[in-house]
């Protein structure tokens, strides 16, 4: 299942971040608030318990969220949108997957994983600004059942049909939020219209 969040805000600022004259300074910036609106409708139904808190006045019933969150940033691009989400979620813990697109033939390649153990009936952010093929996440979300990830929801800036298709397939109980589903993959596999190559632009490795 896709959700596309069509809040005005969001909307706005993926205006500024698809423009290839923004820079990596803007666009970084740009990528974590985009992360921050995306990921406060993402959490919304984590659970929590009733807490009793003494105000000043009286005890007054609350609420506590009661579940290990755990971001798993996918390597490089990802850790675009890290900040974004720790500064929502200070007590977050992070695990890391390293894969990339092999250039030829556009399947995802695993070189690194690292998870807290809480990972095991937490609750996982799986965060990536683009879902394209959709091979990345795939890979990512495999990884982590693997290590016995409780709920899971996948946290990305563009995404597509195809990508989407892939990732429902695989994996049906995962839920993608993302700011703009866009039409196509070209003949390269980037996202069309998309905002270009998403760690590049974070990470200024080629964009000016
Ligand atoms: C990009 C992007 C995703 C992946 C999406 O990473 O950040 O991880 O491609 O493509 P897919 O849905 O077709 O798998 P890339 O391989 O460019 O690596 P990088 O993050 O190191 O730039
Ligand atoms: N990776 C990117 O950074 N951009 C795309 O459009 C597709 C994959």
Redesign the pocket.
Known sequence: MAILIEHPFVQHKLAIIRNAETGHKRFRELAKEITQFICYEALKTIRTKEVVVETPVAPATCRKIDTDLVVVP?????VGMLDGILDLAPTARVGFVG???DEET?Q?VTYYERFPPQIEGGTCIVI??????????VAALELLKEKGAGTIVVICIVTCPE?IALVEGAHPDVPIYAAAIDEKLNDE?YIVPGLG????RLFGTSHP
């Open positions: 996918i390597l490089r691009a990802g894969l990339y697109r556009k995802p990536d600004p683009m879902l394209a093929t959709g091979g990345s996440t990508g596999k190559d998403a760690g590049d």
